[in-house]
């Protein structure tokens, strides 16, 4: 890259594209960068918080909601709206992948003029609570990363728990709680869901926070030349965090092979009656299971047990009721 700034008097050399590329992203991030640090000290400030009691419910003596009033603002922050999505929403990015070489697939189509690139799992949750409009009844994210499936929802009016250990994926939660306007709605969780109040080992994956989870084989299945750090997060059942008066309408689960545990700690939850227990999305990846050492089929045992006897795949994600 040194080179191209060399001159030759005959034959000036111009830029390459993979140059202009980076010229153009770090001028944007840091505009946005000083635009949002000169404008605004804490932009959370301003977020609506009109259902005080929706809030305060789930505060037990294990947990209390991370309070996105008092986090740091994530810098730079890059967010845009979603595309073909029925009700949009917005959503920031944790991953820019290696600039200038390889940047994110978002960040070129957002320096194209284009939304971003619509998650898989929005458009099936909003699919799915289209149908629930007239229902009273929180979603339930574990597993919420960025909030691709939390946003998907709150913008639909549903009220939204979302559980998330990492604070890289925490800071940008916030940022589309700000940027969507649904600090009403959302009740954000530090933790880890699992099947015992604690703290759990939990690997961190450097530049793919996507793929982070409890198991060290599972986080770096799909990245093994990526660092993997491990942290101590803190862990709760989904039984210790909703009251039993509280309907559920879905519940929906990507923990990167933990599902089994996170399953086991909501067995309250999944066994209420047929038309209260709620819709059950969940990943069943069978490598990620294998590497927290339980299996899809454990999975369907223990599902059978509460009364999920219906489950139909769709990729690697499985969709069960009590119908």
Known sequence: ?????KRDAKHPKLLSPKTLLFILSLSLLLFIFFFFSSSRNNPYTIIPNTNLSFKTQFQTSSISPFNCLKCPQSHPIIANIVENVKYPFIFSLSDFGKLPDKPHKNIVRMLKGKPFRKPDISATIQEILEGMKNKNGLVVDVGSNVGMATFAAAVMGFRVLCFEPVFENLQRICDGVWFNRVGDLVTV?????????????????????????????????????????????????????????????????????????????ASKL??????????????????????????????????????????????????????
């Open 189 to 265: 969780f530090e933790a880890a869901v699992s099947d015992r109040i604690g703290n759990i080992t939990f690997h961190k994956l450097v530049g793919r926070l996507d793929n982070s989870a409890v198991s060290a084989t599972g986080a770096k299945l799909a990245f093994k030349s990526n660092e993997e750090i491990a942290l101590q997060v803190r862990s709760i059942p989904l039984d210790e965090v909703i009251p039993d008066s509280e309907p559920v309408l879905l519940l929906k689960i990507d923990v990167q092979g933990w599902e089994y545990h996170v399953l086991k700690g």
């Open 270 to 323: 999944l066994s209420r009656k047929k038309g209260e227990a709620p819709y059950l999305i969940y990943e069943e990846d069978g490598r990620l299971l294998q590497a927290s050492n339980s299996s899809a089929k454990e999975i369907r045992q223990f599902l059978h047990s509460v009364g999920y006897h219906h489950c139909t795949q769709h990729g690697t994600d499985a969709h069960c009721t009590k119908d």
């Open 1 to 5: 890259m040194a080179n191209a700034w």
